[in-house]
DNA sequence: CTCGAAAATCAACTGAGTTGCAAGTATATT
DNA sequence: AATATACTTGCAACTCAGTTGATTTTCGAG
């Protein structure tokens, strides 16, 4: 997952350039073990390598549009992004109301729920978020 | 629902005072047939009386807190507010990615997915959110 | 090499939501 | 009624994640 050659052919299928900034995109939203903010994402890049804000948020876009990465729309108008890919299928997320902080859940059978959910006749429905919130261990234990 | 009474007893009932503010907040999601935008809220007062924002976005902050009203996090840093009393219980909804707008679905069935998706031991689970994404048939009529 | 397209940068902007404080209004107390 | 107190609203300025448009840089094909 780690791979850069992996990432490097994802592009090439994409039409798109293997340039350093994608390539460190999908690296950090692959090593990640939950959803990062785009802010994590930039500050994790410029770790490495000199990069303006603007830049990143164009790819991260561009990912969401291409559907090679997962946009989550959490609490407090701030995005969370996930590598989407086939080692991260779809799945549940938790968020914490006090640290904000967001886990991956297992995936749930969602196909019988699908029929359910699909609402008023005529809709599409391309894609079912869950959400949880709550309170994390963390926090818990420091109340 | 849309009683004027019931709103100024939950109001007593809250310790706050009925405000017109307040009551035209609650009428007017007691009203809505789906979850509205805070500016659409703010707008409908507008067409009743002078109010400043800032006094809705308090208002409805304020409500969230008591749970009152749900606030509901979907695409696009706009909040979404709908009322949370026994008549509208906690159930899944659509939004349209193309026209932003958001339906409410029927409940279902949660309890059998409530353990599954409490996810790592510790976390206290409060509240579970579901949303589909997808496009709704008058876009799609158009599209 | 060089030309055109793709990619990155810069600075300035957007807009929903927030903050602090002043002014107004209702409720309780004397 | 008069005053004190707490609650409510308004105003103006601010925050900050995210966007836009114009310009410069980089890359790859010919």
Chains 1, 2 share one sequence.
Not at 67 to 79: A, D, Q, Y
Not at 113 to 118: A, D, F, G, S, V
Request: aromatic share 4%; with cysteine.
């Amino acid at each position: 997952m780690s791979d850069r050659c992996n990432f490097s052919h994802w592009l090439a299928l994409e039409g798109l350039r293997a340039t350093p900034v994608r390539l460190a995109v999908l690296e950090i939203l692959g090593e990640a073990l939950r959803a990062l903010r785009a802010q994590e994402i930039l500050e994790l890049i410029r770790t490495r390598r000199r990069v303006n804000k603007v830049t990143v948020y164009r790819i991260l876009e561009d990912f969401t549009r291409r559907g090679m990465v997962r946009k989550l729309s959490l609490e407090g108008r701030v995005n969370h992004f996930e590598l989407a890919c086939e080692h991260h299928p779809p799945h549940p997320h938790f968020q914490c109301q006090t640290c904000r902080e967001v886990q991956c859940l297992e995936p749930v059978a969602l196909n019988q729920m699908w029929t359910e959910l699909r609402g008023p006749v005529g809709n599409r429905a391309d894609h079912i978020d869950i959400k949880v919130e709550g309170l994390c261990h963390k926090c818990r234990d420091m109340a």
